[in-house]
């Protein structure tokens, strides 16, 4: 079992950018994928980004996507930390969630989409406030 912690969450205003990070610990390797998740108020839990521990391949979700399809959030990791990093950028009122770290056996390929199910450890979340 793969431990999470996150943090760098807190209150920002639209426009504004925070980074979170996630540290694991505990069996880290059998975590071959890492994923940032947020729910919102009255939302279901979604996707945001996830990206493999080797070759860094990275996923976007939609919904972080800006003008261009160009992700206005960037995730990272550090394989020497067993850190990964969520760099939001140009926020919106909407981003408005408790954000998640999450880990998983599976390794996606272009053609596989990443979703809850698919991720067994979870960190407890860290709050992501964006005020218009």
């Known amino acids: 079992q793969v431990q999470l912690v996150e943090s760098g969450g807190g209150l920002v205003q639209a426009g504004g950018s925070l980074r979170l990070s996630c540290a694991a610990s505990?069996?880290?390797?059998?975590?071959?994928?890492m994923g940032w998740f947020r729910q919102a108020p009255g939302k279901e839990r979604e996707v945001v980004a996830t990206?493999?521990?080797?070759?860094?391949?990275?996923?976007?979700?939609?919904?972080v996507k800006g003008r261009f399809a160009i992700s206005r959030f960037a995730i990272s990791r550090d394989n020497a930390k067993n850190t990964v990093y969520l760099q939001m950028n140009s926020l919106k009122p909407e981003d408005t969630a408790v954000y998640y770290c999450?880990?998983?056996?599976?390794?996606?390929?272009?053609?596989?989409?990443?979703?809850?199910?698919?991720?067994?450890?979870w960190g407890q979340g860290t709050q992501v406030t964006v005020s218009s």
């Open positions: 990206i493999a521990w080797t070759g860094g391949n990275t996923y976007y979700a939609d919904s």
């Open positions: 505990g069996s880290t390797l059998s975590a071959r994928t």
């Open positions: 999450a880990a998983t056996r599976v390794l996606f390929t272009s053609a596989t989409m990443p979703t809850l199910e698919n991720f067994a450890s």
